[in-house]
Every structure is written in structure tokens, then in C-alpha cells.
């Protein structure tokens, strides 16, 4: 072969042999580029797998406190009916016992009175009833050997009255 010939030779042999290599190359890098992809899907899927899991986390959460919320509205509503009811009821009772009051003064029997007296200052009374009590037990204190200034003294049923001026002043005698 001429010098010619063996060139063009060499130049084929050196072109398969570049083309080959970057095929090698290329086919390498193919593989890393799949398997990075496989990768990066793997990944992708363990992250929608994650979201999906915490997204059913926030809608269990959300419905707990959906029922926490009806909860305390139950709560708040029933709280009120019952304060309600509980002033109602007391109410009722401080008009029961004004009542009693008037018909047992009208009656004129001083036991019946003395202890209604005592049923008005139970429960912290309010200053009607207070003032009441006191309205009975003047004409009480008139009534021969039933209620006398000491008994009021020292009888603790008349505890809610002491530091009024109108209960120490029937407490002296005055």
C-alpha cells in the first residue's frame, strides 16, 4: 500500500476508533442519565407518598378539631340553659320566701316568723331580703319570752345581719 493509502487508512481506523469511544461515551452517559432518572422518580414517588400521608394528617386533624369545636358550643349552649335555669330558680325562691313572709306576718305566729326569719338570711341574701328579715324580727322582739335582744347577740342564724345598723341596734335593745 502507498504512503497515500496507508493515510487514509490510518484516518478511517483513528475516525471508527473517535466514534466508537464517543459512542462508549455516550452510552455511558445514557446509563447515568437513566439511572438518575430512576432515581429521581423513586424519589418523586416517596415524596408523594409523604404529602399524601401528611395531607390526610392535616384532614384528621381538622376534623378533630371540627368536633372539639362542636363539642364546646354543646358545652357553652348547656353551660347557659343551666345559669339560666339556676337564677330562675333562685329567683323563684327569694319571691317564695317574701311570700311565705307576708302570710306568716299576717298570721301573727312568731315561731313561723322567727323561722322564716332565719330561712331569708340563709345564702348570702340580698339587701331585700335582709331588709325583710329585719321587718320581722322587730315585732318579734315585743312578743313576751320568744326572741329577746341577747338571743339576737349571740345566735349564730343572725350572723349575716351583724354590722347592720338596724340589726345592732335591736341586738342593744334600743
Known sequence: MTEIGLAA???????????????????????RLLERVASL???GEELRRQIEQQERALAEARAA?????ALRAQ???RWEVTRESLEEQRRGLE???????????RQGHP????GLVTSLLADSPPPQLVDRALDLLEPLLKVPYFLTPGWLRIDPNF??????PRFEELARGT
Do not use: F, K, Y
Request: aromatic share 2%; glycine share 10%.
Open 41 to 43: 422518580e423513586s424519589l
Open 159 to 164: 350572723d349575716p345581719l351583724r354590722g347592720n
Open 95 to 105: 319571691d317564695a320566701r317574701l311570700r311565705l313572709a307576708e302570710l306568716q306576718d
Open 9 to 31: 487508512a490510518g484516518l478511517v481506523i483513528g475516525a471508527a476508533v473517535a466514534w466508537m469511544t464517543a459512542r462508549a461515551r455516550a452510552a455511558g452517559a445514557r446509563e
Open 75 to 77: 358545652a357553652d349552649t
Open 65 to 69: 378539631l371540627g368536633a372539639e369545636h
Open 111 to 114: 315561731e313561723v316568723a322567727s
